[in-house]
C-alpha cells in the first residue's frame, strides 16, 4: 500500500528531516508514528501525500510513484488520501455541509452523488442534525469530526491524521480515536502522528518511531515511550 525506499528530504536551509527511510504499510493496518518534536514526523506523512518532495529516494502509494509523477497527476493521488488536521482546517463562512461538499466539488462529483455521500459520512461522524451549522457554532471535537468526514468522503484508501488530538481534551480525544479505530475496521488504512502516550499506549497498535529523521523502533502493536 505505501512504501518508502531509501528516502530522504533535505530541505534548502540545509535541514536534514528525513534520513535513508525505507518502510511498507500494508492496507488496512493502523499505524502510530512518534518521535519528539523535530524529529521528522511531519516531514513523514506530508511526502507519503505529495504535500513535500523526497530528495531522494522512491515512495510508492498505491500505484503511485511520488518521487517521478507530474503535477498534473497529484489531484489524482489526493482522491486517494484523506487528511485530518490537528487545527480542523475548515473554511469559516462554510457550513458543515458545505465544507465535507467542497471535497467532491473540486472532483466535479455530481450534486446528488455529493448530497448522498456527505450525508452518509455524517451518519459515520454522528453529525447529521449539525449539517448547516457554521464551524464557529461547533465544539473542537464536532470541528474534528467534520473534519474526518471530509477526510473520508471520497472513500479513500488511507487517511492521514497529523496530531488529530492535540487541540481536545481526552474525554473528546478518546470518542475521535473511537471513531478512527471505526473507519480502520472498514479496511482504510491509518496513519496518525502523535504525541498522545496514553493513546498509543492504550490503543496498541503498530508503532514507527522517528528519531532524527530516521526509524528507530517499528513494533506491531508498540508502546510509545517518550516524554510527552
Same mark, same amino acid.
Given at each position: 500500500?505505501? @512504501?518508502?525506499?531509501?528516502?530522504?528530504?533535505?530541505?534548502?536551509?540545509?535541514?536534514?528531516?528525513?534520513?535513508?527511510?525505507?518502510?511498507?504499510?500494508?492496507?488496512?493496518?493502523?499505524?502510530?508514528?512518534?518521535?519528539?518534536?523535530?524529529?521528522?514526523?511531519?516531514?513523514?506523512?506530508?511526502?507519503?501525500?505529495?504535500? $513535500? @518532495?523526497?530528495?531522494?529516494?522512491?515512495?510508492?502509494?498505491?500505484?503511485?510513484?511520488?518521487?517521478?509523477?507530474?503535477?498534473? @497527476?497529484?489531484?489524482?493521488?489526493?482522491?486517494?488520501?484523506?487528511?485530518?488536521?490537528?487545527?480542523?482546517?475548515?473554511?469559516?463562512?462554510?457550513?458543515?455541509? $458545505?465544507?465535507?461538499?467542497?471535497?467532491?466539488e473540486v472532483l466535479e462529483a455530481g450534486k446528488s452523488t455529493i448530497r448522498r455521500s456527505v450525508m452518509d459520512?455524517?451518519?459515520?461522524?454522528?453529525?447529521?442534525?449539525?449539517?448547516?451549522?457554521?464551524?464557529?457554532?461547533?465544539?473542537?471535537?464536532? @470541528?474534528?469530526?467534520?473534519?474526518?468526514?471530509?477526510?473520508?468522503?471520497?472513500?479513500?484508501?488511507?487517511?492521514?491524521?497529523?496530531?488529530?488530538?492535540?487541540?481536545?481534551?481526552?474525554?473528546?480525544?478518546?470518542?475521535?480515536?473511537?471513531?478512527?479505530?471505526?473507519?480502520?475496521?472498514?479496511?482504510?488504512?491509518?496513519?496518525?502522528?502523535?504525541?498522545?502516550?496514553?493513546?498509543v499506549n492504550t490503543m496498541r497498535k503498530r508503532v514507527i518511531a522517528i528519531d532524527n529523521g530516521r526509524i528507530?523502533?517499528?513494533?506491531?502493536?508498540?508502546?510509545?515511550?517518550?516524554?510527552?
Amino acid at each position: 500500500m505505501i @512504501q518508502m525506499h531509501d528516502v530522504w528530504k533535505m530541505y534548502p536551509n540545509g535541514v536534514s528531516a528525513v534520513n535513508g527511510i525505507s518502510i511498507h504499510i500494508k492496507q488496512g493496518e493502523f499505524v502510530y508514528i512518534v518521535g519528539a518534536s523535530g524529529a521528522g514526523k511531519s516531514t513523514f506523512i506530508k511526502m507519503i501525500y505529495r504535500e $513535500e @518532495q523526497p530528495t531522494q529516494g522512491d515512495i510508492m502509494v498505491g500505484n503511485w510513484n511520488l518521487a517521478t509523477m507530474k503535477e498534473s @497527476q497529484i489531484p489524482l493521488l489526493r482522491r486517494s488520501i484523506g487528511v485530518v488536521f490537528q487545527d480542523f482546517k475548515l473554511l469559516p463562512s462554510m457550513t458543515v455541509f $458545505e465544507n465535507i461538499a467542497f471535497a467532491m466539488e473540486v472532483l466535479e462529483a455530481g450534486k446528488s452523488t455529493i448530497r448522498r455521500s456527505v450525508m452518509d459520512v455524517l451518519d459515520i461522524v454522528r453529525l447529521k442534525n449539525k449539517a448547516r451549522f457554521l464551524p464557529h457554532e461547533l465544539s473542537g471535537g464536532e @470541528q474534528q469530526r467534520v473534519s474526518i468526514a471530509r477526510a473520508i468522503v471520497n472513500n479513500p484508501s488511507v487517511v492521514i491524521c497529523d496530531e488529530p488530538t492535540g487541540n481536545l481534551d481526552p474525554e473528546t480525544s478518546w470518542e475521535i480515536m473511537h471513531l478512527l479505530e471505526e473507519i480502520n475496521d472498514r479496511g482504510t488504512t491509518i496513519l496518525m502522528a502523535t504525541h498522545n502516550k496514553d493513546i498509543v499506549n492504550t490503543m496498541r497498535k503498530r508503532v514507527i518511531a522517528i528519531d532524527n529523521g530516521r526509524i528507530s523502533r517499528d513494533d506491531v502493536r508498540g508502546g510509545y515511550r517518550y516524554e510527552s
